[in-house]
Every structure is written in C-alpha cells, then in structure tokens.
C-alpha cells in the first residue's frame, strides 16, 4: 500500500532555532517528492520538489533532502522565525500514470514560539 | 502568489441545502482536482479533471458532482448537504508534466448544521 509517513506530529521550538522534519514512504515506483507549507485555513503552498536524481534542494531558510534508496526525505528549517508556524507537509507522486498521482502525508504541524 | 481562487472562502448552511463551491485558475492549466482535508488530517482527492468535458472520482468517495465546461473554471456541487459533509474543501491545478507544480487555492471551510 502506497503511504507517506510524517513525523513528528507536532514540535514546538523558540525562534532563531533549527528544526528538521521526517517523512517516510512506500510509494513505488516513485517519481518526485514534495514538501508543502500550510498556513492555518490556506492551501498549501509548494517549498521543494525533488526527483529521484537529486539528493538535496533549498529554498531560502529550507532545505530538503531525499535519499531514494531508504525512501526517506528531511526538511530541515534554519534560523526559524514566527512566519515558519505552519503544516509541512510531503507529498510523493508516483509513476504509475500519465500525470502521476499524489499520496499525502498528514503533516507535521510546527509551532514556533518567540 | 498562485492565479487560483475559491469562494466562499467560509460557508455555513442547513441540512438538506444545495451548494456550489466555485474554483477558477487563470493559468491555463488543463489538470485540476478537489481535495477534502479535515483537521490534522491528510488532503483526500474527490475529484479531478485532465481538461474540459473530462471529470473523474477520486479515492475518497463523494456526494458531490463536479463539472468542466470551461478550462479555468471547475465548480464543485452538493445536492443535498449535511453535517458530514463539513470539511475544508481546496481546489488544485496544474500543468501536464509530472514534476510541475500544483498550485492550490485558499480553501472553502464548509460547515453543515
């Protein structure tokens, strides 16, 4: 079965700290992966997305990494700020069709006090 | 900041009520979908559409229709609502190639008393 795990569920850190997010998969065969920011009653709002080639990509303060072979990926959030309080959510898509399907994960809810 | 709005953004209505949930996109995307995402909970596809006149179901079994007569407009439709079917509705809609970027509107947080 196709699942994309998250965790922790929840973490609480001070601002100007870092912070590192995981998420576990079994979706085969893989084609990218995707880490979303959810802001409290918003869409999600894409961060990253990485294919099986690449092991690292950044987008300002954060910085995701995949290693394909244990099907594991990071986010890891530098020098938070109040802003970063959000959902991160992965997503992976998959090969099996044209476009590719997305399985979700539940996310993992930051919350970052000052 | 994506080209792809909702609204109403907040509803509340009575039971057995009929309902429209709007969804527009100005980016020319082909591909657009309806998710349902309860709170803490992971976004569950309803429904989706590859282009106009083409809808499909999603893995979440829905009561609700969907219709693409126009490429950037994909309204969702509740005949009948009720309580169980309170939940944050969130439009999507991207390009054709499998790493591009799916772009999600605000949401509609429905609420069926």
């Known amino acids: 079965k196709n699942q994309v795990e998250q965790s922790p569920q929840s973490l609480i850190i001070l601002e100007g700290k870092n912070c590192t997010l995981q998420?576990?998969?079994?979706?085969?065969?893989?084609?990218?992966l995707r880490w979303y920011k959810q802001d409290t009653g918003r869409g999600p709002v894409s961060l990253t997305i990485?294919?099986?080639?690449?092991n690292t990509k950044s987008n300002g303060r954060y910085t995701a990494t995949l290693d394909a072979d244990t099907k594991q990926s990071s986010l890891h959030i530098t020098a938070s700020q109040l802003s970063d309080s959000a959902s991160y959510i992965c997503?992976?898509?998959?090969?099996?069709?044209?476009?590719?399907?997305?399985?979700f994960g539940r996310g993992t809810q930051l919350t970052v006090w000052p | 900041e994506a080209d792809i709005y909702q609204t109403p953004r907040y509803l509340v209505i009575g039971t057995g009520k009929k309902i429209t949930l709007e969804c527009s996109q100005t980016m020319g995307h082909d591909k657009m979908y309806w998710y349902q995402q309860d709170p803490g909970m992971e976004l569950h596809l309803i429904h989706y559409?590859?282009?106009?006149?083409?809808?499909e179901k999603g893995d979440l079994s829905s009561e609700s229709t969907v219709s693409r007569i126009r490429t950037e407009h994909f309204p969702l439709t509740l005949e009948s609502a009720r309580p169980s079917h309170t939940s944050q509705y969130l439009c999507a809609s991207r390009r054709g190639t499998p790493t591009s970027e799916q772009y999600f509107g605000p949401g509609t947080r429905l609420t069926v008393t």
């Open positions: 997503v992976v898509s998959d090969r099996g069709s044209t476009l590719g399907r997305l399985y």
């Open positions: 998420c576990n998969y079994t979706v085969s065969p893989f084609s990218n």
């Open positions: 990485m294919t099986f080639s690449e």
């Open positions: 559409s590859y282009g106009v006149n083409s809808t």
